[in-house]
Every structure is written in structure tokens, then in C-alpha cells.
Nanobody, 123 residues
Framework: QVQLVESGGGLVQAGGSLRLSCAGSGRTFSEYTMAWFRQAPGKEREFVVSIYWSGISTTYADSVQGRFTISRDNAKNTVYLQMNSLKPEDTAVYYC????????????????WGQGTQVTVSS
């Protein structure tokens, strides 16, 4: 089992940057695909990016491609999301999630979730 705790959210102006962190517990953290999802008020939770257990492969949503970068440090049981050139439409609660398999973008494809961290981008 994996427990996930996100941190790093906050308020930033449009064009600014933030780095989110997701700390995982459990010896099997390195075996999991890790992903970030986000949910804006009144909208469904949507896929943002995922990273293979080894870090060798990543998949980005078109809306964040070129602006966001995911990375992981398995020695620290942590996954990161570097967010640059932030836009007001990036405002959402960001969730970290873990799955046994890679290549999926659906909420139901992920087994473990963090509690979320709020990101607010002002215009």
C-alpha cells in the first residue's frame, strides 16, 4: 500500500512558477507509475502528467506540454511537478496518484491518491 502527501501549492501570478512535491510511503513506491491530476471548481478531475516507475517515460496532457515537467526521486520516495508559465486556467486542486500500470489517464486507473494541494493563478 502507498500513502501520498502533496505539498507546494499556493497563490502565484500568471506567468509565474511553482513546484509541487508528492511524498510517498511504503517500500514499493518505486514500483508504481506516478501521476498528477487536477480538479477545478465545477469540473471533473483531469489527467495532467504521468511518469513510469523508472522515470524513463512520461506522458503529458496537451494543455501543459512544454510548461510542466514531472520528475521522481525513488530514493526519496518523491515525485515532483515543476510548473512554469502558469495561466489562470491552471487554477485547481492538484492530486498525486499511483498506479501499477503505465499509460493510463483515467481516474479509475489509479489505486492511491493524495489529499490534494491548491494551486491558484491570478491574472
Amino acid at each position: 500500500q502507498v500513502q501520498l502527501v502533496e505539498s507546494g501549492g499556493g497563490l502565484v501570478q500568471a506567468g509565474g512558477s511553482l513546484r509541487l512535491s508528492c511524498a510517498g510511503s511504503g517500500r514499493t513506491f518505486s514500483e508504481y507509475t506516478m501521476a498528477w491530476f487536477r480538479q477545478a471548481p465545477g469540473k471533473e478531475r483531469e489527467f495532467v502528467v504521468s511518469i513510469y516507475w523508472s522515470g524513463i517515460s512520461t506522458t503529458y496532457a496537451d494543455s501543459v506540454q512544454g510548461r510542466f515537467t514531472i520528475s521522481r526521486d525513488n530514493a526519496k520516495n518523491t515525485v515532483y511537478l515543476q510548473m512554469n508559465s502558469l495561466k489562470p486556467e491552471d487554477t485547481a486542486v492538484y492530486y498525486c496518484a499511483a498506479a501499477r500500470h503505465y499509460g493510463y489517464k483515467g481516474v479509475r486507473d489509479y489505486d492511491y491518491w493524495g489529499q490534494g494541494t491548491q494551486v491558484t493563478v491570478s491574472s
